[in-house]
């Protein structure tokens, strides 16, 4: 089965610069790779979507870049602010049939004023 | 818009007691999802619904879970008897159709069990 590998736990950075988190996948390429924010006591919010066949999407301060060879997504906040403090969750939609989302552990970014 | 109702926020039993949680899910969307989130890990699909038909049940504990959405709007999902281990936030989701490709969460019941 799929899994999803977000190896950062924890990323602090300072306010302004750009963050990356990463997202690797085993197995199978996926139809498309998601992001999702996750504030404490929440649901998670969609972000961003990235398919197979694209290698770069953006939306404001965000993007997600996706590396077939790699088997790896990258996502970028340019700018980043003490609002932008979250849990970052990168969700894996194989298609074929299956209509599971397959999410990573997430990764907690505390960006400092 | 509406987003995902969930009820109750926080439940606190002990073990081996039952408890239920309900969901809402967005006004005309036809596929809605049970996720457990046990702390420190992402969501875990448990069941998924289309309508009022179970499309994938496959990761849900089947001896101790269920969950019915017998209209197509609401749902709700039973733990019966509870285990230490069920302690999670049990998260709702919906979508406008099955390979809708955004999911929409509710706020999650945070289960504790004793």
């Known amino acids: 089965s799929q899994k999803i590998e977000q190896n950062s736990e924890a990323l602090n950075i300072q306010e302004g610069k750009t963050a990356t988190l990463t997202c690797n996948y085993t197995?199978?390429?996926?139809?498309?790779l998601q992001w999702y924010r996750q504030d404490p006591g929440r649901g998670p919010v969609f972000l961003l979507l990235i398919r197979e066949n694209e290698k770069e999407k953006r939306k404001e301060r965000l993007k997600v870049t996706f590396d077939t060879t790699l088997k790896q997504s990258l996502f970028h906040i340019t700018a980043s602010q003490p609002a932008d403090s979250a849990t970052y969750l990168c969700a894996s939609y194989s298609g074929a049939g299956s209509y599971q989302l397959t999410f990573g552990k997430g990764t907690k970014l505390s960006v400092i004023p | 818009e509406a987003g995902v109702a969930q009820s109750p926020r926080y439940k606190i039993i002990e073990k081996r007691q039952s408890v239920a949680f309900w969901c809402n899910p967005i006004?005309?969307?036809?596929?809605l999802y049970w996720y457990q989130q046990i702390l420190g890990q992402g969501p875990k699909l448990l069941i998924q619904?289309?309508?009022?038909?179970?499309?994938?049940d496959s990761q849900l504990p089947k001896d101790r879970f269920s969950a019915e959405r017998l209209k197509g709007v609401d749902s709700t999902l039973k733990i019966q008897p509870a285990k230490l281990e069920d302690s999670a936030v049990y998260l709702c989701?919906?979508?406008?159709?099955?390979?809708?490709?955004?999911?929409?969460f509710g706020p999650g019941t945070r289960l504790l069990v004793l």
């Open positions: 006004s005309g969307h036809a596929t």
């Open positions: 989701a919906s979508s406008l159709d099955l390979a809708e490709e955004t999911q929409y």
């Open positions: 619904f289309q309508n009022n038909g179970v499309v994938d």
């Open positions: 197995n199978y390429s996926p139809a498309y």
